[in-house]
């Protein structure tokens, strides 16, 4: 009989202590989403924002168009895509489409970069996809956060085409821009390590690896804030300007890093931010709808 008792008593404590550490769990991995946010984000729209780009490239200050747009989805954990059928397995997410267009000489560039944070859940973006053309080639590179970090690179380029590699869960640079939407106050500030942009690592050719950066924050005029990532060892610094009261729009990105060919000069990437709506643009794709680029600045 006693035996008996000792054994419901250890289980008993057992389910309590399983409980407690998921209850824990529960509120460690939950986002605090203000009803600001949900009346903005949650309204069957998207944020469309057009940008004035000057982009550093083989040394030169190129001329183009930056647009972010911002909205939210239903998101497969299992798939990592959108769900066209949501069920209460999925989770809403926050996802930015981050275009850049500009010329060098006769040709054009197209980027894009895709990621989708978690809107509730408090874990790093799940899913980073960027692609790049131009008239040489194009590059394709995804990164799948599961277990780890899953990463796929595909690239014209011998050096760099067709490879696999699995890195460990770390703070990335292409999530900070949705952070940053969702509640700047929760930004990882101080000596960390970071995965430093798509766009960064494939114009310049680097190895897709974690960075040490110093991350920092400081209201400037005008209420707006200035949020700083310094890789001290790629003598590349980003500066993300954005405004400090909700929706935190973004105003302005700076980013400044060695450029050029043999005799590599120190030139700064700028966007200015040019227009800002509201809009179901996925609606919109009539002739009748095209003075609305006119209107953002495209």
Not at 97 to 110: E, Q, R, V, W
Not at 262 to 289: A, C, F, H, R
Request: proline share 4%; aromatic share 12%.
């Amino acid at each position: 009989m006693k035996l008996k008792i000792t054994i419901i008593c250890t289980i008993a404590a057992l389910c309590i202590t399983a409980c407690s550490k998921s209850q824990k769990r529960d509120l460690v991995d939950k986002r605090e989403i203000s009803q600001d946010f949900k009346e903005y984000w949650f309204n069957g729209e998207a944020e469309l924002s057009s940008f004035q780009l000057t982009q550093a490239r083989y040394g030169e200050l190129r001329e183009g168009k930056a647009v972010m747009i911002f909205v939210t989805e239903p998101f497969s954990t299992a798939k990592l895509v959108k769900a066209d059928q949501p069920t209460e397995k999925d989770i809403s997410v926050l996802k930015l489409n981050f275009t850049k267009n500009f010329i060098t000489g006769i040709y054009p560039y197209s980027m894009m970069t895709s990621s989708f944070l978690p809107v509730y859940e408090n874990q790093h973006a799940l899913k980073i996809v960027t692609s790049i053309q131009e008239w040489c080639g194009q590059v394709f590179v995804q990164l799948e956060s599961r277990n780890a970090f899953d990463i796929q690179i595909h690239s014209y380029f011998e050096s760099e085409g067709e490879q696999k590699l699995t890195l460990p869960k770390e703070h990335l640079e292409d999530e900070i821009w949705s952070l940053i939407r969702m509640n700047p106050e929760k930004l990882p500030l101080g000596e960390i390590k970071m995965l430093p942009s798509f766009f960064y690592l494939r114009l310049t050719h680097q190895n897709m690896e974690f960075q040490n950066v110093l991350a920092s924050k400081e209201k400037q005029q005008n209420d707006t804030t200035c949020y700083t990532l310094d890789y001290k060892k790629l003598n590349r610094k980003l500066k993300i300007y954005f405004e400090n009261k909700f929706p935190y729009r973004i105003l302005k990105f700076e980013e400044s890093y060695p450029d050029g060919f043999k005799n590599k000069q120190m030139m700064t990437t700028t966007g200015t931010l040019v227009k800002s709506i509201l809009s179901p643009y996925w609606e919109k794709k009539g002739l009748i709808d095209e003075h609305l680029r006119k209107d953002m600045g495209l």
